[in-house]
């Protein structure tokens, strides 16, 4: 039996996000430059994307580039920059053919203005689309999310917009750049490191965590069955007891 034929459709996650990691030491491996480890990993997020929309997964975030990422030397930051740029022109054919609405998540400013403009036409393009969204964190970090999320809060009691007492999670979820994605149903780190790195940490509250590895520019279809299928194996609780949620 294949692994695909393993997987239960009625329980997926509804939301997907992946750390994709080890694309320097891919290339260190290899004796090649870690610009070819980034290009690399464009191979594997558009297997990931294409898989995911082909299992119905709703909602997939990939952490592209982190608020710590620009202190990396500029030519690795331009060439991660450039390759973003590439794919997005390049894959605007594979997001429309598979209904992918495309969206963002960070500090969209920061990026430099080329990345911008290609980012916006794809997210005008594909706004109507509705298979799955497609997350990419860019310029991303979960503290400044918080800390933006807080001032708006912050500047709408000030001006009487909103209450004290009206601040609940769901008002802190509509002030965070997700406020339209449902919780992280399951969270996948690759390259064998164990860290979350400032990424979604009010959304991960119940997400599953899954370890592997493998380093992303070598995460292939099957293993991302393997998470999938080591998630529908687990028991979510919520903080329950296993007999309440029988
Ligand atoms: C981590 O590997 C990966 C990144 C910082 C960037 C991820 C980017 C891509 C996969 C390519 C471009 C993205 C899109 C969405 C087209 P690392 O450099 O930290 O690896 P290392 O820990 O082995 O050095």
């Not at 039996?1 to 239960?8: F, G």
């Not at 992946?18 to 491996?29: L, P, T, V």
């Not at 952490?63 to 930051?77: C, D, G, I, M």
């Not at 917009?161 to 979820?173: F, M, R, T, V, Y």
């Amino acid at each position: 039996m294949n692994l695909i034929d393993t997987i239960n459709k009625d329980n997926l996650p509804k939301h997907l996000a992946i750390i994709m990691d080890g694309n320097g030491r891919w290339a260190k491996q290899k004796g090649l430059l870690r610009a070819l480890g980034h290009e690399s990993g464009t191979k594997a997020v558009r297997e990931t994307v294409e898989t995911c929309a082909k299992l119905g997964i709703e909602n997939l975030t990939l952490y592209a580039f982190s608020t710590e990422n620009w202190n990396r030397p500029k030519l690795e930051v331009d060439t991660l920059m450039k390759l973003l740029i590439k794919s997005l022109k390049n894959e605007l054919k594979t997001l429309m053919n598979n209904n992918i609405k495309l969206i963002t998540i960070g500090n969209f400013e920061k990026l430099p203005s080329s990345a911008q403009k290609e980012l916006s036409q794809v997210i005008s393009q594909t706004k109507d689309n509705d298979r799955m969204t497609l997350t990419l964190a860019l310029s991303y970090g979960s503290r400044e999310e918080i800390v933006s999320a807080i001032k708006e809060i912050s500047s709408k009691v000030k001006n009487n917009i909103i209450s004290i007492d009206a601040i609940d999670e769901s008002i802190i979820n509509q002030h965070l750049y997700t406020q339209n994605l449902p919780d992280v149903d399951l969270l996948i780190r690759t390259s064998g490191e164990h860290r979350i790195s400032n990424f979604l940490l009010w959304q991960i509250a119940y997400a599953e965590l899954y370890f592997t590895d493998v380093l992303w520019p070598d995460f292939r279809e099957k293993d991302l069955y393997e998470a999938i299928i080591s998630y529908q194996k687990r028991e979510r609780r919520f903080g329950k007891t296993s007999e309440q949620i029988k």
